[in-house]
C-alpha cells in the first residue's frame, strides 16, 4: 500500500478496525461504488415499493458523495444501520489517506498545535494502541458527511452534527490515516463520541515490521 523510507522497518502493508454490528461498508471505488449503493438502498427499502422517487434521490446523493470522498483521497466510507429497538442509529465513518505535505515530516503535536488555532475544536494527542493520534472533536451547523438512508427528511437536508477526527501517522511511511467519524445524535453526543473513540483505538496495523500486527 505504501513506500517505506530508507534504512527502516517497512511499512504495514494495510490496516484493520472493529466496527459494530450493523455497519454497511459502502464501496466507494469507482467500478464499485453503484453495485454497494444499489445493495444498501434495496436493504434499506426491502417491502417498500410507494418510494421511487426518494430512493432516486437517496441513491444520487449517496453517488455524489461516495464519488467526491473517492477524489479526496477516501479508501472506505462506512454507514450505521445499527439498530436500538426499531429506530436506525445514524452514524458514519470515512478513512482518508493522507500523503505527508510538503516541509518535512509533521508530529502529531505539530497538527494539534496547528489545529489548536481553531476555536471550534477540540484538540488532542492521545496515544493508541496502533501508536500516537491527532483527535479533534467539533459540532457544526451542518453535517459534512454522507446522511444514512434511515434519517428523516431529504438526502441533502443539512443537520446538525457531531465529528469526531484522529490522525494517525502511518508507521515507516509519510504519510497519516484520517478516521472522520460523524453523526446528527448532537442530543446524545457524548454516548455517540465514546463509541468512536472504541473504533478508533481497535485500530492495528497489519504487515510490514511484525510489531505493527
Known sequence: MLEGTDNVAPP??????????GWFRVRIEPEFRECSVDALINRQF?????APHLKQQLRDSLLSQAAAAFRDGGIELYL??????????????????????????L???????????????????????????VRTRRTTGQSEQPVPPHMP???????PSVTLDYQLPVPAADAWLLLTFSTPLVQIADAMVELFDAVAASLAWVGGDGGHE
Open 80 to 105: 450505521s444501520l445499527q439498530k436500538a429497538g426499531a429506530l436506525t442509529i445514524p452514524a458514519s465513518l470515512l478513512v482518508t489517506f493522507l500523503p505527508q505535505r510538503s516541509g518535512g515530516q
Open 46 to 50: 426491502e417491502g417498500v415499493d410507494n
Open 153 to 159: 427528511g431529504s438526502p441533502g437536508e443539512a443537520l
Open 107 to 133: 508530529t502529531a503535536q505539530d497538527i494539534a498545535a496547528h489545529l489548536s488555532a481553531d476555536e471550534d475544536l477540540e484538540v488532542s494527542v492521545v496515544e493508541l494502541p496502533s501508536g500516537p493520534a
Open 12 to 21: 504495514p502493508t494495510d490496516y484493520r478496525l472493529l466496527l459494530p454490528e
